[in-house]
């Protein structure tokens, strides 16, 4: 059975940085899809970044060259790398895994739909 658990979210300041880590198990994560997600409160679920088995990544236009996702599969852990972070960053985070990347333009896609595997989120308020 897959399992995902987010951390390192929390309260910051405008323009702080923060990583948030997500720890998979149940499976074997290397060979998974891993990918990110965000909703804010009144909002759905926003896709912000994706990586393939072989480290490729795709991003949502919001956190282009602002977020950098990575993944580390001897520790079965995907990171979430956000800088300059602002208040329209406020949003629960979610991880999520796939057993397969959907692509758009080379990039791994973070579509809600293609990623049946979800953690419980990890909460991030940026305040201004």
């Known amino acids: 059975q897959v399992h995902l658990v987010e951390s390192g979210g929390g309260p910051v300041q405008a323009g702080d940085s923060l990583r948030l880590s997500c720890v998979a198990s149940g499976y074997s994560h290397s060979t998974y899809c891993m990918g990110w997600f965000r909703q804010a409160p009144g909002k759905g679920r926003e896709g912000v970044a994706a990586i393939s088995l072989n480290g490729r990544a795709g991003y949502g236009d919001s956190v282009k060259g602002r977020f950098t996702i990575s993944r580390d599969d001897a520790k079965n852990t995907v990171y979430l790398d956000m800088k300059i972070l602002g208040p329209d960053d406020t949003a629960m985070y979610y991880c999520?895994?796939?057993?397969?990347?959907?692509?758009?333009?080379?990039?791994?896609?973070?579509?809600?739909?293609?990623?049946?595997?979800w953690g419980q989120g990890t909460q991030v308020t940026v305040s201004s």
């Open positions: 999520a895994a796939a057993q397969v990347c959907h692509y758009k333009n080379d990039a791994p896609r973070a579509s809600e739909s293609y990623f049946p595997y």
